[in-house]
């Protein structure tokens, strides 16, 4: 079946299964490799992208779900300026170690100051629950976020 | 895991979703936030022959209240319940557990109506619209019906829609007594090993994950109604179940968390 998706700003269509995953989609068809897979089991985060704005965990989309639908993945996140602001603040944070949940973390950590305002530690711990990080024991995750939402 | 080859039809309308239901037979899945349905379509525990996408059906979305009516479209997601100033006024119960179910990026994409069919009964919102004393709307060839809560849950996975029916609303009545949702699990984003939801006080109580089908704790309910205490009232929380073992308990351990939870969520309700 046909796909179309806007995917960070740019119209693509191929012609997929209709099991066709949209981590799949985005990575075998597309070659945007950022996103990652981390589980099986739809509970690591690793594989979140912002669908319509919001995070979505495209390893538990299929692809058709997301036809006509605006995705936006870690490469289409830093502007022309540079780094998007949450990305700034996971380097200066040091917010990651061996960086594999780092793309999906960013993209939810995008989604939550978007979604909850004003914040506090405790909501980004709650709000990230759904990304799984096995190195950094979270501290300077929580402190990007909160960091990249003053 | 990549899910099996599946066929797949996009609905336009409710109508052209049950009439592909009855084409497609008990083969055929629908498909709404997908998740719960892609999850298991993954790890091939699902392997439907047909999806149905019933995603882009937006006029079965959305809340609205009619007097002491609250209805809610089944595509209405978890999310959208969680933000929800209405229903956050008129029945709070509601729009707090939606908040406890999985994580941001599942309740931006699950929706109300897909948790219910689904009928887990270690899920969070069918005990809870049990507790209120829900009523589901469900639709197939021979028209619409209603269905109580208390009868929709059959067994587990498994309700009382029929192959060609889909579920169109849920409706609970406005609802602001006390209330109180207790989930306890160990790993957060889980699901609850055991939980217990509270509305109006004591008046409905339902249990998560205490059996095959999520559970009306009909025996705390009328101690309470009685007069008894909390403590008295959840003592007899487990009577009668049959909660289930597995890695993260076993039903002993199960049967005294019930009774914890429901003596702190009826006393937080002010039962």
């Given at each position: ?150 | ?73 089944a595509l209405t997601t978890h999310s959208a319940l969680e933000h929800s100033a209405d229903l ?141 205490s909390a403590g008295d009232a959840a003592a007899v929380a487990a009577d009668g179940t049959e909660p289930p073992t597995d890695n993260n308990a076993d039903g ?20």
């Amino acid at each position: 079946m046909e796909v179309s998706v806007t995917v960070n700003g740019t119209v693509r269509s191929a012609d997929v299964e209709p099991r066709t995953l949209l981590v799949h989609y985005l990575r075998d068809v597309l070659g945007l490799t950022g996103t990652n897979i981390g589980c099986d089991t739809s509970s690591c985060g690793a594989c979140t992208v912002l669908v319509d704005g919001r995070s979505a965990k495209s390893c538990t989309l299929l692809a058709a779900q997301v036809d006509g639908a605006d995705v936006t993945t870690i490469e289409g996140l830093a502007g022309p300026d540079g780094l998007h602001p949450m990305q700034q603040a996971f380097h200066e944070c040091h917010a990651l170690q061996c960086g594999y949940c780092t793309p999906g973390m960013v993209m939810a950590a995008v989604s939550l100051l978007d979604e909850y305002d004003d914040i506090d530690a405790d909501g980004v711990r709650v709000g990230l629950e759904g990304n799984l990080c096995r190195c950094t024991g979270y501290q300077n995750i929580v402190a990007a976020v909160l960091a990249a939402g003053e | 895991m990549i899910p099996a080859a599946v066929d797949y039809v996009l609905a336009d309308s409710a109508e052209a979703a049950i009439a592909a239901l009855t084409e497609a037979g008990d083969e055929a899945k629908l498909l709404a936030g997908g998740q719960s349905l892609v999850p298991l379509m993954r790890l091939r525990l699902a392997t439907p022959s047909v999806l149905i996408d019933i995603g882009r059906l937006d006029d079965l979305s959305g809340i609205s209240i009619d007097g002491d009516t609250v209805s809610i479209g089944a595509l209405t997601t978890h999310s959208a319940l969680e933000h929800s100033a209405d229903l956050a006024a008129a029945c709070p119960l509601l729009a707090h557990v939606a908040a406890q179910v999985g994580d941001p990026a599942v309740r931006h994409r699950g929706t109300l109506g897909g948790s219910l069919a689904h009928a887990d009964p270690a899920s969070d919102l069918p005990a809870a619209v049990l507790a209120l004393g829900g009523t589901l709307v469900a639709s197939g060839p021979g028209g619409s019906r209603e269905i109580a809560a208390t009868d929709f849950f059959t067994g587990f996975l498994e309700s009382a829609l029929g192959p060609d029916e889909l579920l169109t609303e849920v409706r609970v009545p406005v609802s602001t007594g006390g209330w109180c949702y207790q989930k306890f699990n160990r790993r957060a984003q889980d699901w609850a090993i055991v939980g217990v939801v509270v509305a109006e006080a004591g008046a409905g109580v339902a249990l998560v994950n205490m059996g095959s089908t999520p559970l009306r704790a009909s025996g705390v309910e009328a101690a309470v109604a009685g007069g008894a205490s909390a403590g008295d009232a959840a003592a007899v929380a487990a009577d009668g179940t049959e909660p289930p073992t597995d890695n993260n308990a076993d039903g002993d351990y199960r049967a005294h968390l019930a009774r914890v939870l429901t003596e702190r969520a009826l006393t937080a309700a002010g039962a």
